[in-house]
């Protein structure tokens, strides 16, 4: 049997090669692979190269993290998955040995290696994937292939709202209502946000966000927006809000918004520099970078199997 893996053979062309089956080590699954999410870092990656350009110049690129499917055999080592289990999969795989591994942060393992970027650049774009057993999950007989995809960027949801602290009763704004904005939008809604505003400029997203939980909407292209929205979360700001546009006008309409002794979580990936002036968040405003997510999948499996929040 063969593989067929998708490979971009440059920015904006990819190709389809033929390779073997990967070989499957003691501790590892072979999943044929059923769904895969397509991530704004696909597209990035898709358009202009991954965020992170390989050292190796002759390095094969694929993309695509957010996957599920069935497996197809197993290690010897693994005990419990077996061939047809439907799984997902985390798609990063840490060093188990550093500082932060051994403290549960192995979303910041130094050596990580994430699906579609460094150091190996594996994609999810193919039929047949192995990965470590100890990172794949079972998926409940309630929940479809589909939704095995998205625990990966609902993860990210769940891991920004987590980061955030209590939300329980807090005003909340929301930058970007993409993907990860809405599973950020519901992420806060299960633990009991009061207000959710969220802000974007494509109205079928915003129509998204309330369907999903959003209390409000704004255009985020109206001259007047830090004014309206403060008309609703109060003139003070937002106790917390989560920037996931990944873009400088919304990081600097974040501190705009911004309550004293608020947070602001950064979720987007936010290209360049970002100028910020701290004289005018110099009222004990926290900043908080958030990234991936670790020992979350779990509870998003459950939290989606159990229907708590749409997702
Ligand atoms: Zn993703
Ligand atoms: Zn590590």
Do not use: W
Not at 152 to 177: F, Q, T, Y
Not at 235 to 263: H, S
Not at 289 to 295: D, G, I, L, Q, S
């Amino acid at each position: 049997m063969k593989n067929t893996v998708a490979i971009l053979e440059k920015p904006g062309k990819m190709v389809m090669k033929e390779t073997d089956l990967p070989t499957v080590k003691d501790d590892e699954v072979l999943i044929k692979v059923g769904y895969v999410g397509i991530c704004g870092s696909d597209v990035h990656g898709f358009q202009f190269g991954p965020y992170i350009p390989p050292k190796d110049p002759n390095q094969t690129i694929g993309l695509g993290h957010e996957v599920a499917g069935v497996i197809e055999k197993v290690g010897k080592n693994v005990i419990n998955l077996k061939a047809g289990d439907r799984v997902c999969i985390e798609p990063g795989v840490p060093c188990y040995k550093c500082e932060f591994c051994m403290e549960g942060f192995y979303n910041v393992c130094p050596d990580v290696d994430f699906m579609a970027t460094q150091p190996n650049y594996k994609g999810a774009l193919t039929n047949y994937l192995a990965h470590p057993a100890d990172m794949t999950y079972h998926l409940p007989d309630n929940m479809s292939l589909v939704e095995g995809a998205l625990v990966e960027p609902a993860a990210v949801g769940i891991h920004a709202a987590e980061m955030a602290g209590d939300l329980l009763g807090k005003k909340v704004v929301i930058l970007g209502s993409g993907c990860i904005g809405l599973m950020t939008v519901q992420s806060a809604k299960l633990m009991g946000a009061a207000e959710i505003v969220v802000i974007d400029v494509l109205q079928n997203r915003l129509d998204k966000a309330i369907e999903l939980g959003a209390t409000a909407t704004f255009d985020g292209r109206d001259e007047k927006i830090v004014e309206k929205v403060k008309e609703i979360i109060g003139e003070y700001g937002a106790d917390v809000v989560f920037e996931t546009a990944g873009a400088i006008p919304t990081a600097k309409m974040a501190l705009q918004l911004v309550k004293r002794r608020g947070k602001v979580m950064v979720v987007g990936t936010i290209p360049g520099d970002t100028p910020i002036d701290f004289l005018k968040i110099n009222r004990e405003v926290s900043i908080q970078t958030v990234f991936r997510y670790a020992n979350d999948y779990k509870k998003t499996i459950d939290l989606i199997s159990k229907k708590r929040s749409y997702f």
